[in-house]
């Protein structure tokens, strides 16, 4: 298994094309850049797959999930 991403590949997707992605676009993205089977870690070490992260993502409000798509909320973003 691959070493873990950080969170912040997936959100720089969602902070550079707000709106263009719907969950189900936004992951056939990141399993294309980055493989079906890659997992992502958040500042505090966790480890989630791609929907865990996005779950979490919306639940510290780093990113709104809407019926328009997925807008970054960049105020939460932390910039590290």
Known sequence: ?????HAHEVLNLV???PGK???D???EEVNTQFGSE???TNCSGNIFDVD???QFLS???K??????GIDPVRHNICQH
């Open 1 to 5: 298994m691959q070493e873990p991403l």
């Open 38 to 40: 890659a997992r992502f």
């Open 52 to 54: 865990q992260l996005l």
């Open 59 to 61: 639940s510290r409000g």
């Open 25 to 27: 676009t936004l992951k």
């Open 63 to 68: 990113i709104e999930i809407n019926e328009s």
């Open 21 to 23: 992605f719907t969950v």
């Open 15 to 17: 902070v550079n094309n």
